[in-house]
């Protein structure tokens, strides 16, 4: 993992500057150059066709940006222009946000461990593995650069949870608890099976009647002593809990349709109905089973407490980390460089500002 760490920033430097890129805290950064867009950027994409931004006078070069702009999509960059238009002002911000992190976090010396560096990876990649991101992305911003902003990402976070402190206290967790204790009430809930015989919705009258006379059939056979109801729903349901015996689990109320809701929560357990009528059909139903309304011990939702109120508090963190770097630093974000399906054409030559 320490080995990831050590991959070369310097990949995602523009390769087409007239000068040289300077480093800057870890950072390749355009030091009084022309920004030449990338000529490899695909068409048709949110890419950057000069230099996209100023830090306290340099210039950020547009291929840290293209990487980045395939990072933080979720499915690529491939996507209707008028969304993209619409989002490049945000992939933007985030962009420099991450970079004014990283710049922090270069000039405090700090390196995440292990440890910190796995944790923080491993909620990143809740949204997906950057190798499924490029799937339908064409050749111009490669894996590795991919894997690079994503260790950028997970150390910049993993440094404002060291300075700010994103853990969550036991006190805290246990307060989260009981100020939002209805959070975790559940409804009295049934569990259920059904044998449905199903109706087209413009069926005719002696069709509704046929149909029902096949269910009456079927509750009298499962209501019969010894009555096999799931091997009953096998042969004879139309619906697709046959397979499974007619089995739908448990539900609570106003998760079916009203029919079949006010029916099975009517019901005792073993108890098999008579012909319900719902859009869908006919139904016959058993009820095997009934947990009554209750309040979640705390002990049963620490752990989800923990991630929940430990995500508010790392986005809080974030956010007020961001606030404090750009309130530090002067940040120009150029948003007029920043294009989709445009024609790659280089800006005139500017000076760091």
Request: hydrophobic share 40%; proline share 6%.
């Amino acid at each position: 993992m320490r080995r990831l760490l050590s991959i070369s920033l310097a990949a995602l430097a523009c390769s087409a500057c007239a000068t040289s890129p300077t480093q800057s805290n870890g950072l390749e950064l355009v030091d009084r150059a022309p920004c030449a867009p990338d000529e490899d950027a695909p068409k048709g994409v949110v890419r950057a066709i000069g230099c996209v931004a100023s830090i306290d006078g340099q210039l950020i070069s547009p291929r840290a940006f293209d990487a980045w702009a395939v990072f933080t999509l979720p499915r690529g960059l491939e996507g209707p222009t008028g969304m993209l238009e619409r989002m490049r002002a945000g992939i933007l911000t985030r962009f420099v946000d991450v970079t004014l992190l990283h710049m922090d976090m270069a000039e405090a010396g700090f390196a995440p461990s292990e440890a910190e560096l796995a944790s923080e990876l491993g909620l990143l990649q809740m949204n997906g593995d950057p190798k499924d991101r490029l799937r339908d992305v064409p050749e111009g911003v490669s894996l590795q650069e991919m894997r690079a902003w994503e260790l950028r990402q997970a150390s910049v976070i993993a440094f404002v949870c060291l300075e700010r402190s994103c853990g969550v206290t036991e006190e805290e967790s246990r307060a989260f608890y009981d100020t939002n204790v209805e959070r975790f009430e559940e409804g009295e809930q049934v569990r259920a099976s059904h044998i449905l015989i199903k109706l087209e919705s413009d069926a005719t009258p002696p069709e509704v009647v046929a149909a029902r006379q096949q269910a009456a059939e079927i509750a009298a056979a499962a209501q019969a002593p010894g009555a096999d109801f799931a091997e009953l729903a096998r042969q004879r349901s139309m619906g697709p809990s046959a397979s499974r015996g007619g089995d739908l689990g448990f539900f609570p109320r106003g998760r079916m349709v009203q029919p079949f809701d006010d029916m099975a929560f009517g019901m005792a357990p073993g108890e098999v109905s008579g012909p319900v009528r719902t859009a869908f059909g006919w139904h016959v139903i058993l009820v095997s089973d009934r947990k009554p309304a209750r309040t979640k011990a705390y002990e049963e939702v620490r752990g989800e407490i923990t991630r929940t109120y430990g995500l508010r508090k790392r986005s809080e963190a974030y956010k007020e980390a961001v606030r404090t770097a750009r309130e530090r630093r002067t940040v120009e974000e150029l948003l007029d460089r920043v294009v989709v399906s445009a024609p790659v054409e280089a800006p005139p030559a500017e000076e760091a500002r």
